[in-house]
């Protein structure tokens, strides 16, 4: 019994499972793995599966063993997955750290995590801090993918090296290690297991339900962080519901995104709300639409302004496209799902005032309420509170932190550290984290009416501060703000402190692309109080 429970969830066996019961769907890549020395743009099943059992033989030879935990930082492309899947095969802990996370945090999560080896890539591995140290100091062993880096081990070494024996974890052990989005400060490592990461999170999204599901016949595009839990219930749902075609991309940049595209048009779409805004420029420009095939978007990880679904929705030409938004979180997986229709979205946010609904609870599966900040007591459906969650999906704690775990989990439930209002019929509707509410307004809501009357590439951060206004800080293309637009954008809305203008590449964001808001406030706001507490971000 408890081999077959192994052989079901642990993400180590997953891919052999899937090849051995003939799974033939192919993969489509926007540029080669970087562990492929065949440089492969098209892959099966066959191919992952035979990848993880040469990786796992790669680590091995490397001295990893049952229990060591193997870091992996490089760029971000789907490999993260398969490297990750090896280390777990022999009974390694994986800890996935975006490509993207800043020097200090990336330091930070190798202290803690205390690696046996760290997989990076060239460009990661030379970069130096003040002190001369390099990323090779916070592990015991360092291997590098691509080229030769002093003292750290290189994969053509390894290569061909001997495949060892499965070490598969049972599903109560802890799987696999990722990190929160880090908006607030060092990111928290998660831990996971593999009853919960596969055997709960990935569960609802495996069944055959279109239209909001994968259909047969769907061409699939993804834009992920491969380091991210998401990515690892997503490949899990896409060899369960076996859509026609699936392509893994690394990059939105438009120039990578527009040919690709043509060639295979895709009818699902699941990206980043950062990359719906880089891809925001093929929407609007019918020459170089690549959207028309498109019968559903899905954005997951943050919220998504209103003017970037419309255009999208509009840049379809399917007779019924929707927009999936789901709410949830790396803790917990999905909480809520709500759709987006084309009617809909072309109503301008001024026209449809109030909060963004985010859906309503799985049913059996999630509970939702919405309590008091001070007593944890619930409050009336249509005042706004905390958002507590109970779901069976719940991860088992952070990494060598309890006190920021028990911080959160109150008992089965969890503090989502959002405050929210929930409807009469259920829905729950998102004001703003806790850390950055001001009572009687939504600072999300208002940067999404702000985002709809500023031109492209505009994009609104509202810094709550205690005893004042919310300090706009408005990313531009150039640096400049054209202050009629923007009085005409602010009519009619509660008071906004003058505005900091910046470059839209000057804005610090995370491995998932959200604005690091606290340290725009470090950059402009000079030590100002902010009104929420910040105990539960």
């Known amino acids: 019994m408890r081999n077959r429970q192994l052989w079901k969830y642990d993400i180590g066996l997953f891919f052999d499972r899937r090849a051995e019961q003939g799974a033939s769907m192919l993969f489509r890549l926007d540029r080669p793995l970087d562990i492929d020395p065949i440089g492969r743009t098209v892959i099966d099943v066959a191919d992952m599966a035979e990848f993880v059992r040469r990786l796992s033989g790669v680590l091995h030879a490397a001295g990893v063993r049952s229990g060591d935990r193997v870091a992996v930082f490089k760029a971000n492309h789907f490999d993260c997955v398969l490297l990750a899947a090896a280390a777990s095969r022999i009974g390694a802990i994986p800890v996935m750290l975006s490509g993207l996370l800043p020097d200090d945090a990336v330091r930070a999560l190798l202290r803690r995590a205390e690696p046996k080896l760290l997989v990076s890539d060239h460009q990661r591995l030379t970069r130096e801090a003040e002190d001369g140290s390099t990323l090779s100091s916070f592990a015991e062993q360092t291997l590098c993918l691509d080229k030769e880096v002093p003292d750290a081990l290189s994969l053509a070494e390894f290569d061909g090296a001997a495949e060892p024996a499965p070490v598969p974890r049972g599903n109560g052990e802890l799987m696999m290690l990722t990190h929160t989005s880090g908006t607030t400060g060092v990111p928290k490592l998660i831990m996971y297991t593999p009853a919960k990461l596969q055997g709960q999170m990935a569960r609802l999204e495996c069944r055959h339900l279109p239209p909001i599901t994968y259909r047969r016949d769907d061409s699939?595009?993804?834009?992920?962080?491969?380091?991210?839990?998401?990515?690892?219930?997503?490949?899990?749902?896409?060899?369960?519901?076996s859509p026609a075609k699936v392509l893994l991309m690394s990059d939105s940049d438009p120039e990578v995104v527009q040919p690709l595209f043509r060639e295979?048009?895709?009818?699902?779409?699941?990206?980043?709300?950062?990359?719906?805004?880089?891809?925001?420029?093929?929407?609007?420009?019918?020459?170089?639409?690549?959207?028309?095939?498109?019968?559903?978007?899905?954005?997951?990880?943050?919220?998504?302004?209103?003017?970037?679904?419309?255009?999208?929705?509009?840049?379809?030409?399917?007779?019924?496209?929707?927009?999936?938004?789901?709410?949830?979180?790396?803790?917990?997986?999905?909480?809520?799902?709500?759709?987006?229709?084309?009617?809909?979205?072309?109503?301008?946010?001024?026209?449809?005032?109030?909060?963004?609904?985010v859906g309503r609870p799985m049913p059996t599966f999630v509970q939702i309420k919405v309590v008091d900040p001070q007593t944890f007591r619930p409050v009336p459906n249509g005042r706004p509170g905390l958002v507590f969650a109970r779901t069976k999906a719940r991860c088992v704690g952070y990494y060598r932190e309890p006190e920021r775990w028990n911080e959160k989990a109150v008992g089965e439930w969890w503090n989502t550290g959002d405050i929210g209002i929930k409807t009469?019929?259920?829905?729950?509707?998102?004001?703003?984290?806790?850390?950055?509410?001001?009572?009687?307004?939504?600072?999300?809501?208002?940067?999404?009416?702000?985002?709809?009357?500023?031109?492209?590439?505009?994009?609104?951060?509202?810094?709550a501060v205690s005893g004042g206004p919310p300090v706009p800080v408005v990313a531009t293309p150039d640096g400049r703000l054209d202050r009629e637009r923007w009085r005409r954008a602010t009519r009619g809305l509660p008071e906004l402190a003058e505005p900091i203008v910046v470059g839209f590449d000057e804005v610090p964001r995370t491995g998932t692309g959200k604005i690091r808001r606290e340290e725009l406030r470090r950059r402009y706001l000079d030590g100002a109080e902010r009104p929420g507490t910040g105990r539960w971000t």
């Not at 949830?328 to 005032?353: C, H, V, W, Y």
């Open 424 to 463: 009469r019929t259920g829905s729950v509707k998102l004001l703003d984290r806790e850390v950055n509410h001001v009572p009687g307004m939504s600072c999300l809501e208002l940067e999404d009416v702000l985002v709809d009357h500023l031109p492209e590439r505009h994009d609104v951060a509202l810094l």
């Open 220 to 241: 699939v595009a993804v834009f992920m962080p491969y380091v991210h839990a998401r990515a690892f219930t997503w490949i899990y749902s896409v060899l369960t519901l």
């Open 264 to 357: 295979h048009p895709p009818t699902v779409i699941e990206a980043l709300p950062i990359d719906y805004a880089r891809l925001e420029e093929l929407a609007l420009d019918s020459r170089r639409n690549v959207f028309s095939s498109v019968r559903m978007f899905a954005s997951t990880f943050d919220a998504v302004y209103w003017s970037t679904i419309r255009t999208f929705l509009n840049a379809s030409r399917h007779r019924f496209p929707v927009w999936r938004y789901g709410y949830g979180q790396s803790e917990t997986g999905g909480l809520g799902m709500t759709f987006i229709t084309r009617r809909t979205a072309n109503r301008r946010r001024d026209q449809k005032p109030g909060p963004r609904v």
